[in-house]
């Protein structure tokens, strides 16, 4: 199933619903979505539902680790995660989620009393795919994870390092050079 992530708010709660496989495609929306939701005077909690997730990459939970990082830096306490899926609990866990999260399954959810979940919207498909923002994102969701525990810092290091290399690649060519090494003319 394609992914998608569905938002919305109630009272100052805010809903982020994970649907299907949700990837990289889908972070710069997230992104954008996490940057008001945060500065919305409003703002009270996040609640992270993956009861409906198939699979989340690396990017996806890099930019989740940011969000909790961030909301527990500005407001001392971190988002709620449902997660119903053994599976993509152990992916959790092993990345450290328990540490930034505070995760729990659906009944456990409802026998907390916490706010009832508000309705949602979906996110828009994301529209800038350019190389260089992607690649970006990529790096900063990878740092992410590689700041939560000394596994991921393992994990990830060979890639943000090729990634790394591969952007400063693409900001020193410059100017396109012809075969005799003069710059091309228009």
Not at 4 to 17: K, Q
Not at 69 to 79: E, G
Not at 122 to 146: C, F, N
């Amino acid at each position: 199933m394609q992914g998608s992530i569905c938002a919305g708010e109630f009272e100052g709660t805010h809903v982020l619903r994970f649907l299907g496989d949700v990837r990289v495609t889908l972070c710069a929306p997230l992104d954008a979505y996490c940057d008001r939701m945060l500065k919305d005077p409003n703002f009270h909690a996040v609640i992270v539902d993956l009861e409906h997730t198939e699979n989340l990459d690396s990017t996806a939970l890099g930019c989740l680790a940011r969000l909790s990082i961030r909301v527990k830096s500005l407001y001392q306490r971190v988002p709620t995660l449902i997660c119903n899926s053994q599976n993509l609990r152990r992916v959790l866990e092993s990345m450290g989620f328990q540490d930034v999260f505070m995760i729990v399954d659906r009944d456990t959810y409802d026998a907390m009393s916490l706010p009832a979940l508000p309705e949602s919207i979906e996110l828009p498909a994301g529209a800038d795919l350019a190389i260089e923002s992607t690649r970006a994102r990529v790096i900063s969701a990878h740092k992410q994870l590689m700041a939560l525990n000394d596994a991921n810092a393992e994990t990830f290091k060979d890639l943000v390092a090729a990634l790394e290399q591969e952007q400063a690649n693409a900001n020193s060519n410059g100017p396109i050079k012809t075969a005799v090494g003069r710059k091309a003319e228009g």
